[in-house]
């Protein structure tokens, strides 16, 4: 079965620093997807960016980017320019490829605290 | 247009007691999936429905249960509730089945257990 780990419970930066958060994944297929999502107070979550595991280029949407790297099975989320609106709960999720379901596997979070 | 929308937002319920939660996603959504999220931890994956049929059933008990509709807005139900239900309950749409399609959620219902 397929995990995925946040060994992070909390993480703090200052607004307009850099911050990255880890994430690792267990698993023993070869083809997948890997998600960020965020969720602020309010709960809605959030996606904030995908990486498709067959993709070599790691995925960036604005401040967001990743660094997937396939064999160390690590995918971190890295924020850069951080503001205020940034500070959530963040959640890193597998999801397969092929299969009846397209359920996410998510790991337990990361609360990111963003300070003025 | 409207995202997922989840109803209600927040419930008190005993032990012993049935709850009925509801979910309806983007217009044109197909797939809907329910989460369970207790404090302090990430979602786990309950059921996802995809036209109106089950394809996916996380390691939860008989006592959950839940249905699509024709125009697929869905009902979660927990019969004989526990404590240990008291959590965030999730509702994520997507367009279709496909592994790349992103989830959409709700803000979800909070369900609490006396």
């Known amino acids: 079965a397929q995990t995925v780990t946040q060994s992070q419970p909390e993480m703090s930066v200052q607004e307009a620093e850099t911050v990255t958060l880890s994430c690792t994944y267990d698993?023993?297929?070869?083809?997948?997807?890997l998600f960020w999502y965020k969720q602020p107070p309010s709960r809605q979550m959030i996606l904030v960016i995908r990486?498709?595991?067959?993709?070599?280029q790691n995925a960036t949407e604005n401040r967001f980017s990743v660094n997937f790297q396939k064999a160390a099975k690590s995918f971190s989320l890295k924020i850069s320019d951080s503001q205020l609106g940034d500070a959530a709960m963040y959640f890193c999720?597998?999801?397969?490829?092929?299969?009846?379901?397209?359920?996410?596997?998510f790991g337990t979070g990361t609360l990111l605290a963003v300070q003025p | 247009d409207a995202g997922v929308t989840q109803s209600p937002t927040h419930l008190i319920k005993t032990r012993g007691q049935h709850v009925t939660l509801r979910c309806s996603p983007i217009?044109?959504?197909?797939?809907v999936s329910w989460y369970q999220q207790v404090l302090g931890q990430g979602p786990q994956f309950i059921f996802q429905?995809?036209?109106?049929?089950?394809?996916g059933r996380g390691n939860f008990p008989d006592r959950f249960s839940a249905r699509q509709f024709p125009n697929y807005s869905s009902e979660l139900n927990v019969n004989a509730l526990l404590l240990g239900d008291s959590a965030l309950y999730l509702c994520?749409?997507?367009?279709?089945?496909?592994?790349?399609?992103?989830?959409?959620f709700g803000d979800g219902t909070r369900l609490s257990i006396l």
């Open positions: 698993t023993s297929e070869s083809d997948y997807y």
């Open positions: 999720a597998y999801r397969s490829v092929g299969g009846a379901t397209n359920k996410l596997i």
């Open positions: 429905y995809y036209e109106k049929e089950e394809r």
């Open positions: 994520a749409s997507s367009l279709a089945q496909g592994a790349g399609q992103p989830q959409h």
């Open positions: 990486q498709e595991a067959y993709k070599q």
């Open positions: 217009s044109g959504h197909k797939s």
